[in-house]
């Protein structure tokens, strides 16, 4: 009954904004750390951003200065908002919870997954 739902991805604009959410039901949030990740088509799966249960953080490069994670505990719920957007960015976007320190890879040291959310970057 652990389960990780996202949601927030849509069809946005270069240079758009979206705030994607990951919902946690059957758990508790503040117990794991949440990493989130996307795979783009004919893509391995890589980690975006992680979000540990003191509240450090982890970006990945490409997109660190324009993307922010954080945590509702009282909505069991952790957010990526992302901003200036790039075609790049198309992916389906996916949160998962791991007992570790935010990894963000390998991808086995998560316990977790949700079923992923579309984002489409395109003019």
């Known amino acids: 009954q652990l389960q990780l739902v996202e949601s927030g991805g849509g069809l946005v604009q270069p240079g758009g904004s979206l705030r994607l959410s990951c919902a946690a039901s059957?758990?508790?949030?503040?117990?794991?750390?949440i990493g989130w990740f996307r795979q783009a088509p004919g893509k391995e799966r890589e980690g975006v951003s992680c979000?540990?249960?003191?509240?450090?953080?982890v970006y990945k490069d490409f997109v660190k200065g324009r993307s922010t994670i954080s945590r509702d505990n009282a909505k069991n719920t952790v957010y990526l908002e992302m901003n200036n957007l790039k075609p790049a960015d198309t992916a389906i976007y996916f949160c998962?919870?791991?007992?570790?320190?935010?990894?963000?890879?390998?991808?086995?040291?998560?316990?977790?997954w949700g079923q992923g959310t579309q984002v489409t970057v395109s003019s």
């Open positions: 998962a919870a791991s007992s570790r320190l935010c990894p963000l890879h390998p991808l086995s040291d998560y316990d977790y």
């Open positions: 979000i540990s249960t003191s509240g450090s953080i």
């Open positions: 059957g758990f508790t949030l503040d117990s794991y750390h």
